[in-house]
């Protein structure tokens, strides 16, 4: 007997994970810029909020962040984390201690941290593993150089890094996991990839998580895209079936741009 999946099942699993609009502030903005960026977002979120909402400053101000988060629908996230608790490895701080100050997510394997401080995918997979032992949910960066792309390489490259990376994961760890799908040439460029491109790219990222961990489980995991999401461009993205939501860098500075995005997320 031949099974068909019907298309109704496949949207309502589709419409049933919850979209996100994250922000990656980066190395950007002073803290009084910070905090007024923040009040404002908090000020223009629509009442109905349907979708997550998560914030990545720069870590020194998490602490004072959280604290105006409070009682509000948006999350606090670490851009980047040390898996080891502690010890002598000056200058970083480690999962278990954003945990412990009240952060929820953490970027990993962001692609600035892979090129300019070789990160291995081996490196990233014990983040990944700290992230989840200490509660938090990793926002797992994958994506493609230029190069690759254009030598048609994207797909082997991306699989690696799945494989390398997250693979490893118990299927009830997997189902915590966020993948945020960026290609290098997207970030911070102005080119951002086409609304097919990116349905492309994720649902090949959908079919190797089927692969490894089933269609149920599959279905349920966050895949976000990333790389030069404007307000002008967040919707049509966030329409294709496998992109369940942004992160943003440079559009997510501005309040009334992460708000128009966030705008996006919520339907
Ligand atoms: P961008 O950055 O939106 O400025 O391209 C995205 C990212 O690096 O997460």
Not at 52 to 58: D, W, Y
Not at 82 to 108: D, N, Q, W
Not at 167 to 184: D, G, N, S, T, W
Not at 247 to 266: C, H, K, Q, Y
């Amino acid at each position: 007997m031949v099974l068909s999946i019907s298309p109704v099942l496949l949207s309502y699993d589709a419409m049933n994970r919850k979209k996100i609009a994250a922000a990656n502030w980066k190395m950007n903005l002073s803290q009084d810029e910070g905090d007024q960026l923040i009040q404002d977002i908090i000020a223009g979120i629509p009442g109905n909020l349907a979708c997550e909402v998560v914030i990545a400053p720069p870590a020194i101000y998490l602490t004072q962040m959280i604290k105006q988060l409070e009682g509000t629908d948006l999350q606090p996230a670490a851009q980047n984390c040390h898996p080891e608790v502690s010890g002598a490895f000056t200058g970083e701080i480690s999962a278990a201690m954003f945990s412990r100050i009240g952060v929820k997510y953490c970027l990993v394997g962001h692609s600035e941290r892979r090129q300019l401080f070789d990160e291995s995918n081996q490196f990233i997979r014990e983040k990944v593993d700290a992230i989840l032992e200490n509660q938090m949910i990793p926002v797992f960066c994958c994506g493609e150089s230029l190069a690759l792309r254009q030598r048609n390489e994207q797909n082997d490259f991306v699989r690696l890094q799945l494989e390398e990376s997250l693979f490893h994961l118990e299927e009830e760890q997997i189902r915590k996991v966020v993948v945020a799908y960026e290609p290098i040439w997207a970030i911070g460029t102005g080119v951002t990839a086409s609304p097919e491109q990116a349905q492309e790219m994720h649902a090949f990222i959908r079919l190797m998580l089927t692969g490894r961990y089933g269609q149920t489980t599959s279905d349920t995991i966050r895949i976000l895209y990333g790389g030069s999401i404007k307000s002008d461009n967040a919707s049509i993205l966030f329409s294709q079936p496998d992109v369940d939501g942004g992160l943003v860098g440079g559009a997510s500075l501005n309040a009334s741009s992460f708000l128009s995005i966030i705008e996006a997320a919520n339907t």
